[in-house]
């Protein structure tokens, strides 16, 4: 006999009774069921299928680490950035290909690190954000574990080929694929930490970033080694399958409360709400938040950051190679030893930076009186740094201060989104700003400042556009810290004066 149809208001007053609702999800389905169908609602077998659909989701989506368990996502975020963010690392490949295949232009070797940074911060972080606000965090990490092996693979035959025709491609479209599997991985974990931690963003955010510049720590002072003993090509093998262990591992128990969850007993500290949006607006569509001029301001702020940042990071073990073969220090010596010495000690400071300036934002007012800080202090470093770029002392001091200082850069730029426009849209808003601001940097960044180096012969003139860079960007953040205390003062006005 053919299942009937309920007419009307009738078929949802006796949906229970056919298959009762055990959430507002499905009762919203089912509303609007019937609104799409002019009142008429499903029969027996499409609420059961609805249903046990839903109840599907709940498993594959829903299940993870709930409120009482929330620090174990900062943690496990430190974890896997620790094991995945190896693009630190490009800068320490550059020599070993350069010398396999007899280079002497660094300018298209280090255009993987662009091509990681389209990947990383273009491409992976938009794509999801938008999964992770529709879906929640696991099928962006599932995503990202198997781009993040197949890139890794690919690289790992960039020493095969004869030539450096041929082997550029398996360079540039690995680096580029690793990338990706990193962008969508970047893109899940500070919308996640956005989530959970309304009361405590920056030190939640410190915690989460700080495992991605350990990445460096833990594989620079094993790599020389790796490669010489294993080869080029197995490292990158161990990198993949270290990666595809720690992604699964978040696909299986990671999951996000609600936009609006905050920890029980508890009221969200967060700057999304009325002390620093227009008419106490708590969360920002990705429309709203694009006409509101502190988004732009943090644009220009996370380009021009983003951009010197990533020049020197990405160039730093040619730019003390330049500086110590000044002095008549073996270039092998430089390469095998300096270097790596280097990113392990400052890869430490980086880590200590992410988690100090994490909970120095928390306690100094947010973003907008942290980002000044940040920008100026670390320029300041850089001019240093070059100063002194013929002493390994010199080089190791400066650039552990400059690392501590750029430490606090990621963990303030992901907390100063969803301080200032929400967590509804968070992923959204998120990525697309990083994306089109810091990915332009990142993309730009390396590449035009091995240009120059190649074109004037020496970094200098790089470096001074990078310190550059740094000041218009201290400025524009200092110009967003006012326009902040104006609006706080102008809502705390109105609020006195309906009161």
Sequence with gaps: MPATRHQGADWLEQAPTILPPRSLMELRWLRKYSENNAGAG???DSIKNEFFRMEAQKVLLDKGAGERYRWFYPV???IIGMSVYITGLWTL????IMEHYKLNVVAQVALASSLTGVGSMVIGPPI?????DKYGPKIPLALAGAIFVAGAVIVSLTLTPMEWVAAKYY???GSAVIGFGIGLYGGTWPATMARWFPDKIGTAMGIAAAGTGLA??????ITAVLIKSLGFSNLFRILACIGFVVLYGGVMLWKVPSPDWVPFGQKPKSGAGEKTTPAGKEHFTLKEAVKDIRFWHLYTCFFCAAFAALFFTTNVSMIILEGLTKTGTDRQYVVRTVVPMFLTLTALAGA???LIWGNLMDRIGGPWRTLPIVYFTSGVMIAVFYLGYTSVAWIMIAGAIWYFLFGGEPTVHYAAVPYLFGRKSIGTIMTVLNAFSVGLGIVL???VGAFIRDLTGAYKWSLALAITLRIIATLVALNGLRISQRNFKSQADTRAASS
Excluded at 128 to 132: C, E, I, R, Y
Aim: proline share 13%; aromatic share 30%.
């Design 93 to 96: 490949f550059y020599p070993y």
């Design 42 to 44: 499903p029969n027996k």
């Design 352 to 354: 200590a930076g992410r």
């Design 216 to 221: 460096t720590t833990i594989y620079a002072p």
């Design 76 to 78: 496990a975020a430190f």
């Design 445 to 447: 960044g390396p590449y």
């Design 128 to 132: 999801a954000g938008l999964l992770f």
């Design 171 to 173: 360079w540039y479209i």
